[in-house]
């Protein structure tokens, strides 16, 4: 079965530079969402796309943007990266036909130098 | 808003024995799901098990199973028959079936070790 995609799986940065992440859903799911894994600890919720709309927002730094595109792919945008932005970036994605069960996509290793 | 603790930071269980991991949540929400997903050392994020609490009934797949107490608000995962693959950090986690779109919220974490 397809899983979620997400691209690059590592990327290493200096600071104050500029990084995207890329995340493509399981086919004909319709919600994206994004998560922040720092080492040693749980998974912290960065926000959430509907059907292209935002339908939730957690702790995401003013730095950061995201949006979900008409394919339903989403890109998470990290600007004026610091060395705490270092962690595991996860996107899953669900759909009302999963009871809204959330799938995780493999994380991009995030390593800002 | 809703939080989630998982109590045991570590446990351990002998390959082939049951283990029972513990978890417990605090909402005024009536409607909702409970997961447990299990991440080993590649770091994947892989669903277990999924509760809706409005089913009485505990749900059950294949050697994993739950004991949802929605009155004490307590949410444990049994492991039966336990494999050395079993091996992971187990998260518990509590959704809102009140909205679409809405987030998970993690407890802290149960690193698993099974000793063969």
């Known amino acids: 079965a397809a899983g979620v995609i997400q691209s690059p799986r590592h990327l290493i940065k200096e600071k104050r530079e500029t990084a995207t992440l890329k995340c493509y859903p399981i086919p004909r799911h319709d919600t994206v969402y994004w998560y922040q894994q720092g080492p040693g600890q749980d998974p912290q919720f960065l926000i959430s796309?509907?059907?292209?709309?935002?339908?939730d927002k957690g702790s995401i730094p003013d730095r950061f943007s995201a949006q979900q595109f008409s394919d339903y792919h989403s890109e998470l945008n990290m600007s004026s990266l610091e060395l705490g932005d270092s962690a595991l970036y996860f996107c899953a994605s669900s759909s009302w036909d999963t009871a809204d069960t959330q799938y995780f996509g493999p994380g991009t290793r995030l390593t800002v130098l | 808003a809703q939080t989630v603790t998982q109590s045991q930071p570590e446990m351990s269980v002998q390959e082939a024995e049951t283990v029972t991991l513990s978890c417990t949540y605090d909402?005024?929400?009536?409607?909702?799901?409970l997961f447990w997903y299990k991440q080993p050392p590649s770091r994947q994020m892989i669903l277990v098990i999924r509760?809706?609490?409005?089913?009485?009934q505990n749900a059950t797949e294949n050697r994993f199973s739950v004991n949802f107490q929605k009155a004490a608000k307590s949410f444990s995962l049994k492991i039966s028959d336990s494999q050395l693959g079993d091996a992971a950090m187990y998260f518990c986690?509590?959704?809102?079936?009140?909205?679409?779109?809405?987030?998970?919220?993690f407890g802290e974490g149960t690193q698993l070790t099974v000793n063969p």
């Open positions: 986690a509590y959704r809102s079936r009140e909205t679409s779109g809405s987030r998970l919220t």
């Open positions: 909402t005024s929400e009536s409607d909702y799901y």
């Open positions: 509760q809706e609490a409005y089913k009485q």
């Open positions: 796309f509907y059907e292209k709309m935002q339908s």
